[in-house]
T-cell receptor
Framework: NAGVTQTPKFQVLKTGQSMTLQCAQD?????MYWYRQDPGMGLRLIYY???????DKGEVPNGYNVSRLNKREFSLRLESAAPSQTSVYFC?????????????FGDGTRLSIL | AQSVTQLGSHVSVSEGALVLLRCNYS??????LFWYVQYPNQGLQLLLK??????LVKGINGFEAEFKKSETSFHLTKPSAHMSDAAEYFC?????????????FGEGTQLTVNP
């Protein structure tokens, strides 16, 4: 089972460039999430989509946009990349409803902005 | 608002020694609690979770955690560390009152296992 698939795995951008990070899950999960991971700061939620057709801001949404394309796919867009957005980005998904269900994570996208 | 505190950003143990990783949460109601492990260059994998019922929860790879409401803690333990346990560990909480809710993560604890 593929689970949560993120593309690309690595990317280097120049300041001001734009980019879309892709995420797809094959577990029929309703909820999807985007996090960024920085040393010593754990994972911080950027945006999430509780169900198809809805998106909401997390802790650190500035500089990002998201699109819930369909039930399977949730993309994260950097319109004008900044060095502060250098990070590892993780997508996750979870089945609907119960807060006791764990999130399933992809392997991450390592993004460097010069 | 919920918060999670993991005491000790780095923990070092000898192979065969007890592993104890600490997690305390702050929540108005007892939340759902999770421990995740992250190996280098990988995503997070679920180790175990507490929702309801027995307060001692057993997970994969010989890990277990005990939910202590009076101490607002959910510490992770393993009786005997193995070299393969070297990784970063994250404690997380989910508000049980909110459908489709989000996880709040601690800052993580890097576990080193010395031969």
């Amino acid at each position: 089972n593929a689970g949560v698939t993120q593309t690309p795995k690595f990317q280097v951008l120049k300041t001001g460039q734009s980019m879309t990070l892709q995420c797809a899950q094959d577990m029929n999960h309703n909820s999807m999430y985007w996090y960024r991971q920085d040393p010593g700061m754990g994972l911080r939620l950027i945006y999430y989509s509780a169900s198809e057709g809805t998106t909401d801001k997390g802790e650190v949404p500035n500089g990002y946009n998201v699109s819930r394309l369909n039930k399977r796919e949730f993309s994260l867009r950097l319109e004008s990349a900044a060095p502060s957005q250098t990070s590892v980005y993780f997508c996750a998904s979870r089945s609907i409803g119960d807060s006791n269900q764990p999130q399933h994570f992809g392997d991450g996208t390592r993004l460097s902005i010069l | 608002a919920q918060s999670v505190t993991q005491l000790g950003s780095h923990v070092s143990v000898s192979e065969g020694a007890l592993v104890l990783l600490r997690c305390n949460y702050s929540s108005s109601v007892p939340p759902y609690l999770f421990w995740y492990v992250q190996y280098p260059n990988q995503g997070l994998q679920l180790l175990l979770k507490y929702t309801t019922g027995a307060t001692l929860v057993k997970g994969i790879n010989g890990f277990e955690a005990e939910f202590k409401k009076s101490e607002t803690s959910f510490h992770l333990t393993k009786p005997s560390a193995h070299m393969s346990d070297a990784a970063e560990y994250f404690c997380a909480v989910s508000d049980r009152e909110t459908s489709g809710s989000r996880l709040t993560f601690g800052e993580g604890t890097q576990l080193t296992v010395n031969p």
